[in-house]
């Protein structure tokens, strides 16, 4: 569909723009223009003029502007397209025809439209008619006001299969079926889909009904508590979340947007004074979801309900939301108290204990951490490997690089200081180490490394000619144990990256661990340990090189370390998406290579500057 700039202008001379603002938004004379307390922020005092003559409004507070199609789309949350065909109707004009096709499709929708507004009709009267009596009352036992089930319209479907094709006999069969209303059978036969259920029509962004949602009063064996819609040429419960139409202008007054697990969460919240809740419609949330609630607010908060449903629930968003991540786009996690769904968290505790857990959500970042971290038990080394292993599954999903470095980073921190934490120091008499300066004064002793870190540490320094700069910097590392923290980054990075290299790592950040750092130097409390090897070749294993040379030679030789695989594993990222992005991966791929030829011209560098040393420095 094409809409042109002579149409809008038309569309604009034709719609009075403060009669549209009006609507929604108190306005008051102010000489030739109108004006209000914004309705895109929080004020006191009124900054928002609406100009009719020049067909715009503006806010002098926080600079919203815009004419009476994206009051539409920015106030009232439609799609252009939406807000067009809303205000040609108002405007008695006609939105240009879009393709023959396109245009069948839409004067499909606008005939299944017209029967689920009848059937939505229909199922309103028959809760306040004497067969919904029974309806009504299990409404009002669970606290709903009558005004909120007006507002959302709540209704009775009769238990019948033949009710509804007889109070819609208007209509053929055929559209009930396409409805989602009627059951077809492979004989032909149809039947209502909804029977003895308290009913909730569910609404597109217009606020047009599209499907329906229908709860059962009692618990019955086989039953479902809930049945939606299926998907029809209306209804996509993928595409739609419930409540959008009212939470969309509400959001830009509160600035937020709350998901919650079901669309009777919604309307507990709403009852309560949240008008900014939506919710899916009995799936995960998808892309599409996101996409919606991102176009809304930059940080939607998800809440879940505090049981094992939930948790699982968070833990699907999250992965869902991951690849999606984009600068200033994320998602805050709030988790109910263990039980609790909203309304119950509302009657139990009131309005202002659920305000308080949505001004206070986790980042998207912690409830990742806390999830895997939580999701069993991390009694073992293997175990605590497995959380790594799957916090980084998930940061590989991230497509964002810049957000993706990110939370690698954040999380590498968070595993590290939770798998190898701080050890609290023995006590030890001074007696046990007579011939150590200065330990006469001490009263506590730093941890014993372990056997098993022992002999890795042994293994790795023995290296090999194929591994020579890696035990080089291995046996470095155990002669200067107090710069191991200085480089656990990128020691962390290597470790993931190279799986050989991994042993050694660990078994350095618990030798790190073991230092005692309260006297003027850190001191390792560990006999045993195998000397580094004679190596006349890097000036760190040397004796007598002063510790300013040795850290400086150290630090660069752990960057070239790990700078090269590094690398290699960005650009085997690059062939991997090739076929997604061609001229952006050979791009990459280049840039990469180049980096590459770099860091191998360095590492030769290097080694020939080592191999021409003095002999026998000292």
Known sequence: MSISPQWKDELRARITLSTVINRTTKLTRAGREWKACCPFHNEATPSFYVNDQKGFYHCFGCGAHGDVISWMTEQRGLTFIDACKELAS?????????????????????????????????????????DGRAAMSYLTDRGL???????FGFGYAPESKQALNRALARYDDQMLVETGMRIMTDDGTTYDRFRGRVMLPIQDARGRVIAFGGRIMESRDGVAKYLNSPDTPLFDKGRTLYNLHRASPASRQSG?????????????????????AVAPLGTALTE????????????????FDGDK?????AMRAISRALPLLA???????????????????????????????????????DALWEGERDAQPLTSPEAKAGLKARLMEHV???????????????????????????????????????????????????????????????????GGQRASLLSAVIAG??????????????????????????????????????????????????????????????AFLREGTSPGEAREELAEAVSLLAQKPALEAAMAATIARFNEDPEGALAEQDRLREQLTKVEERLKAFGRKKAGAPANAS
Request: one cysteine or more; hydrophobic letters at 40%.
């Open 90 to 130: 108002e405007a008695g004009m006609e939105v240009p025809a879009p393709d023959p096709v396109a245009a069948k499709k839409a004067e499909k929708r606008a005939e299944l439209i017209d029967v689920t507004t009848d059937a939505q009709g229909w199922f309103y009267d028959n809760l306040r008619s004497p």
């Open 145 to 151: 006001e009558p005004e909120t089930l007006a507002e």
């Open 327 to 365: 600068p200033m786009r994320s998602l805050s996690i709030v988790r109910l108290p263990s039980g609790l769904d909203p309304d119950d968290l509302i009657n139990r505790d009131g309005p202002k204990a659920m305000e308080e857990l949505l001004s206070d959500p986790k980042s998207l970042l």
């Open 309 to 313: 449903a939930g948790e699982r629930a």
């Open 477 to 538: 590392l155990v002669r200067h144990p107090d710069e191991i923290s200085a480089h656990s980054e990128a020691l962390s990075r290597l470790a993931q990256l190279d799986p050989n290299a991994a042993p050694a790592i660990e078994s350095l950040m618990e030798l790190s661990e073991t230092l005692d750092s309260h006297g003027p130097n850190a001191i390792s409390d560990n006999e045993g340990l195998p000397a580094p090897p004679v190596n006349q070749q890097f």
């Open 256 to 276: 937020r947007v709350v998901v919650v697990e079901g669309y009777m969460d919604v309307v507990a919240l709403a009852q309560a004074g949240f008008e900014d």
């Open 396 to 462: 590989d999903t991230i497509e964002n690089r810049d957000i993706q470095a990110l939370y690698r980073r954040d999380l590498l921190d968070r595993f590290s200081e939770f798998a190898f934490p701080k050890r609290e120091p023995r006590s030890r008499s001074s007696k046990s180490r007579p011939g150590k300066q200065g330990w006469q004064n001490r009263n506590t002793a730093p941890q014993r490394l372990s056997q098993d870190a022992r002999d890795i540490l042994g293994r790795a320094m023995a």
């Open 288 to 303: 599409t979801q996101l996409e919606m609630l991102w176009r809304m607010v930059e940080v939607p908060v998800l809440c």
